[in-house]
């Protein structure tokens, strides 16, 4: 199993970065996935989920409005459109598949599969 992530930068506040997470090796469609993000010296967060079929979203609090989160099944890949960053923001983010159906995503440890991580850096 393969979580490719891609799409992070160096931004200045208040713009805009849409991540990318193709995944291989798994059927997709049977894992809702989910992004974390690990800032230095910081435990590894909770940022957005999404169900299997992309019906049901779920946010941290800190980007509800901010954040959104979507798949594509045909592509086997999974978006993080991120809209007004913060310099709080700026953290390596990471994709992941669950097999769990809901409820229970804000957990990192109901994730079967992580990707390797892409830096976003949010400047003031």
């Known amino acids: 199993v393969q979580l490719q992530a891609s799409g992070g930068g160096l931004v200045q506040a208040g713009a805009s970065l849409r991540l990318s997470c193709a995944a291989s090796g798994l059927t997709f469609s049977n894992y809702a996935m989910g992004w974390f993000r690990q800032a230095p010296s910081e435990e590894r967060e909770f940022v957005a989920a999404?169900?299997?079929?992309?019906?049901?979203?779920y946010y941290a609090d800190s980007v509800k409005g901010r954040f959104t989160i979507s798949r594509d099944n045909v592509k086997n890949t999974v978006y993080l459109q991120m809209n007004s960053l913060k310099p709080e923001d700026t953290a390596v983010y990471y994709c992941?598949?669950?097999?769990?159906?809901?409820?229970?995503?804000?957990?990192?440890?109901?994730?079967?599969?992580w990707g390797q991580g892409t830096l976003v850096t949010v400047s003031s």
């Open positions: 992941a598949a669950s097999p769990y159906y809901s409820g229970s995503l804000y957990n990192r440890g109901r994730y079967d599969y």
């Open positions: 999404i169900s299997r079929s992309g019906s049901t979203t």
